[in-house]
C-alpha cells in the first residue's frame, strides 16, 4: 500500500545512526560473523521471497552507520528528503551512512541480494566515498533490465560463495567483488523514474524539518539536551544544502527556518520555567545556549521578562 508523507514522518528518526547490532536485532534469521571487530565487517545476504503484507520489510528513514548495496526485484519507491525514484522490476540501490533514505515497497514479492560493509573494510583498496552515488548530489538508484539484472546476480552470487569459503585470502576477493559492483553501476545509467515531486518538495523538506525540531521535545534529564539548534545542523541531519531547506521552510511555513527554531525553543523554556525544578543554568545548556547569560538575553528579547521573573511571576499566579 502506498504512503502518505504522515507516514513517511512517522518512519522518521533523529537517533544515531542505526548500528550493524541494531540491523542484526532486526534480522535476526540473518548468519552474521563475528561483530566483536565492527570496524572491519561484511556480509551478504538474499532478500528471500515472502508476502510483505504478511511479514512488512520497510526501512525507515533514517541514517545507517554502513554500507549497502542492494540487488532487488520487484516495484518499490527510495525516499530521500528532497527526491523519490522507483523502480520499477529490477534495481540496485547504494546506500550509505551519510544520507538518511526510506525504502517503501510496492510488490508483495521482492527478491535479490544485499551486502553490508562498514568503510574501513574497503580501506586500501580504494576511497569508496569518492563514486558518484555515494554522494549528496549523486543518483543512487539504477534501474536494471534483466540481462543487467543477471550480470549483477552473478557478482553477489560469487560473493556468498566467498564468504561462505574457507580460502585464506577471501576478504581480499570480496572488496575485489564490491568494486566490481561499483564499477558496473558506473557503467549503466542512473534510474530514468524520478518521481515528479518539485511541486511538494518544499513541503516534504519543511515536514521533515518541523518533525526533527519537535522530537527533540521534551527534554528528558539535564544531560541530553537538544542536539539540533541551527539551520545549518538540520540540514547536515537531512542532507540538504542549507539554503535549500531554509527556502523551502519559507515557501511552505511563511516563517524562517531560525524563526521556527526559535520560537519552538522559547516554548520548550517557557514549559520548563513553570514546571520543572530544573535551576536557569541546567534549562540554559539543555537548550543549547552556551550559558545562563546568553539564555537570559534570548528570553528577554522575546518575552520581557528574565527567566526569573518569568517564573517567579508564573510561579505566584499558581496559588
Known sequence: MLKN????????????????????????YLKTSDLLDEKEHFNVMPIGKRNLSENPDVVAFGRKNYFKICLVSGQSKIHYADKSFEIKEHGLLFANPFIPYNWETLSDQQTGYSCIFTESYTEGSGNIKKYPFFQLEGYPVFELNKDEKVLLEGIFLQMQQELSSDFSFKHDVLKNLIFQLIFTALKLRPSTHILAEKANAPGRIASLFMELLEKQFPIRNTIEGIRLRSASDFADQMSVHVNHLNKSVKETLFKTTSQLISERILKESKIMLRHSSWSISEIAYSLGFEGPSHFSSFFKKQMHLSPTQFRAKNSMSAY
Open 5 to 28: 508523507l504522515d507516514d513517511l514522518l512517522k518512519d522518521f528518526s533523529m537517533t544515531m545512526p542505526e548500528t550493524l547490532e541494531e540491523f542484526y536485532a532486526r534480522h535476526p
